[in-house]
C-alpha cells in the first residue's frame, strides 16, 4: 500500500524567512497531494492541494511542488509569520471520490518572532 | 452552514470496555470516513462510509466497527478498548461526486483508556 515519508520532523525559522517541508510517496498511482496544518488541540485544516497533471500551485505565501518522477512534493511557506506554527501534514491518496488519505508523519513548524 | 461535528469532545475508558463514537456530516456530503491518530503521528484511516455501508478499511482489527444511517450520519465503535486505542478519533466527510475536493475534518474526539 501507499507509505508517505515527511521530512523533516521539526522546523525552526525566523519571522519573514521562507520554510520548505518535503514529502515522498511509494503509489506511483498516487494522483492527489493535499497539505493539512493542524494547531494545537484542533482539526487539520486544508491549505493547499495538487493533483499529479501539474507540477505546481501557488496560493499568496504558499506553494506546492510536485514531481512525479522522483515521487516528491514539496510545500514552500514564505515571509513566515507567527501564525504559520503548526503541525504541518502532506498526505497522498489516488482521487477516485472515495478518498482515502495517506498521511507522513508531520512536521512542527516553529517560526519565531 | 455547520461542518461536520463529532461527539463527544472528550472520553475515559477502561481497558476492555467499549466505545460509541459520533459524527454528523458537513451539509451536503454523503461519505463519512474514520481515522486515528496518535500523539505526535499523523491520521491513519480506519474505514470510510457511503450508502450505509464500509466502502474502505484500513489496517485495523476487527474490534473497530462502524455504521451509517440513512442521514449520513456515523458511528465508530471499538471493542475491548487497549491502552493502545488512546489517540485522537477524527470523522472528515466529503461528497461522493465531488472528484476528491471538500475532505473536512470534524474537531475530533479524544479518547483516553485507562
Known amino acids: 500500500g501507499e507509505n508517505v515519508e515527511q521530512h523533516p520532523s521539526t522546523l525552526s525559522v525566523q519571522e519573514g524567512d521562507s520554510a520548505v517541508i518535503k514529502c515522498t510517496y511509494s503509489?506511483?498511482?498516487?494522483?492527489?497531494f493535499p497539505w493539512y496544518k493542524q494547531e494545537l488541540g484542533k482539526r487539520p485544516q486544508l491549505i493547499i492541494d495538487?493533483?499529479?497533471?501539474?507540477g505546481e500551485k501557488k496560493d499568496q505565501r504558499i506553494a506546492v511542488t510536485l514531481n512525479k518522477t522522483a515521487k516528491h512534493f514539496s510545500l514552500h511557506i514564505t515571509e513566515t509569520q507567527p501564525e504559520d506554527s503548526a503541525v504541518y501534514f502532506c498526505a497522498a491518496s489516488i482521487d477516485t471520490g472515495f478518498q482515502k488519505l495517506v498521511f507522513g508523519t508531520g512536521t512542527r513548524l516553529l517560526v519565531s518572532p | 452552514d455547520a461542518g461536520v461535528t463529532q461527539s463527544p469532545t472528550h472520553l475515559i475508558k477502561t481497558r476492555g470496555q467499549q466505545v460509541t463514537l459520533r459524527c454528523s456530516p458537513k451539509?451536503?456530503?454523503?461519505?463519512v470516513s474514520w481515522y486515528q491518530q496518535a500523539l505526535g503521528q499523523g491520521p491513519q484511516f480506519i474505514f470510510q462510509?457511503?450508502?450505509?455501508?464500509?466502502?474502505q478499511r484500513g489496517n485495523f482489527p476487527d474490534r473497530f466497527s462502524g455504521h451509517q444511517f440513512p442521514n449520513y450520519s456515523s458511528e465508530l465503535n471499538v471493542n475491548a478498548l487497549l491502552l493502545g486505542d488512546s489517540a485522537l478519533y477524527l470523522c472528515?466527510?466529503?461528497?461522493?461526486?465531488?472528484?476528491?475536493?471538500?475532505?473536512?475534518f470534524g474537531s475530533g474526539t479524544r479518547l483516553t483508556v485507562v
Open positions: 462510509y457511503y450508502e450505509e455501508e464500509e466502502r
Open positions: 503509489d506511483s498511482a498516487s494522483n492527489y
Open positions: 451539509s451536503g456530503h454523503d461519505t
Open positions: 495538487i493533483r499529479s497533471n501539474v
Open positions: 472528515a466527510s466529503s461528497f461522493s461526486q465531488g472528484g476528491g475536493y471538500g475532505y473536512t
